[in-house]
């Protein structure tokens, strides 16, 4: 649910999270201690956390997460009214395995930044997918931490945007290497070569 938040810091746009279950409820608290560990990027690739709010009646268990508003879901770039700019919409649909359009780069490269700021804090997403986006204002902001563990993150290469991809084996880590190639990040390790030839007779 979007609403307004209004406190002695101000008035905030903001969305709550609601859960009505025992089983919603503990993966609203765990939501809540990993945007407590990931306090310094909050605002910067991850909403803004205001607190969570419960029920003190056992009978009518209740627990809500407020958070910031922070975009929509990237899925809406599809949408005429979505946040990102039109040629970035128009980019982002396209089907080719690599392009290069310079904002469409910068944003995929903005994605990427955000999961990696994430890793770095020893937070593995465990569950991220491009639906697990919001934008605003053309700035990707990372969600839905129900399936997040403490982990230290086995990247052991840098991330160029445009390069060759690496193996597997050779990047390390599962998460960001799936995420590079699902927003095609690098170039593909193997190109598709179709030769014509003409016999004179």
Known sequence: MRGTLSSARGTFDVVAKLATST????????????YNKLDH???VCIPKCFGYFFSPCED?????LVLEYSGKPIRSI????????????????????????SQLR??????????KRIHDAGVVHG???????????????IINFKNATEKACERKLDIANGAIAPTREHFGCAELYRLCVDLRVWKPRKLRLTINYFRLV
């Open 60 to 64: 009518q268990a209740f627990g809500c």
């Open 41 to 43: 990027l909050q605002g």
């Open 23 to 34: 089983s919603t409820i503990k993966a609203l608290k765990k939501e809540l201690s990993f």
């Open 78 to 101: 599809y949408d005429a009214q979505g946040d990102v700019p039109f040629a970035l919409r128009c980019a982002l649909s396209l089907k080719n395995r690599w392009c290069r359009d």
């Open 106 to 115: 910068s944003f995929r490269a903005s994605i990427v930044n955000a999961i």
């Open 127 to 141: 569950g991220f997918g491009i639906f697990g986006v919001l934008v605003t204002n053309s700035k990707p902001f």
